[in-house]
């Protein structure tokens, strides 16, 4: 008499494997219920303008700034930063002063976009290099 192929102790294992599939999971272990709960609503602030309000702004400042890429350059640069998060709102405010010093309906323009409590001063003298620098 000879064994089955793969021995005795493969078919039990194989028997035990069935009655394992079939049986509840163990209470130890809790279950997970394959549909995640829906996340609490957030409360998030109304977004602020609309993107024909930015399609305007940029082409104001493309306008503005067609003799010097460098300033668009730098704009650019600004918004990438932030949206890097290598620099905070505050970190915008700042470039933004240095950068929009001068052009006072780009900064009231801009100012548009910060969100409530942080703004750009204007500076209507255009010392800083406006329109009328050549």
């Not at 505050?90 to 969100?115: H, I, K, W």
């Amino acid at each position: 008499m000879g064994y089955p192929p793969g021995g005795l102790k493969h078919g039990r294992e194989e028997e035990d494997e069935e009655e394992q599939a079939d049986a509840p999971p163990p209470a130890s272990r809790p279950r997970i219920d394959p549909t995640p709960a829906a996340a609490p609503a957030r409360r998030v602030r109304p977004l602020g303008p609309g993107s024909a309000e930015a399609d305007r702004y940029l082409n104001a400042m493309q306008r503005e700034f067609t003799d010097k890429p460098d300033k668009s350059d730098e704009f650019r640069a600004i918004l990438l930063d932030y949206h890097h998060m290598s620099i905070d709102i505050t970190g915008v405010v700042e470039r933004m002063q240095a950068l929009l010093n001068g052009y006072p309906d780009l900064t009231r323009g801009f100012n548009a976009f910060l969100p409530r409590g942080y703004t750009l001063k204007v500076d209507d003298d255009r010392q800083g290099g406006g329109a009328g620098d050549a």
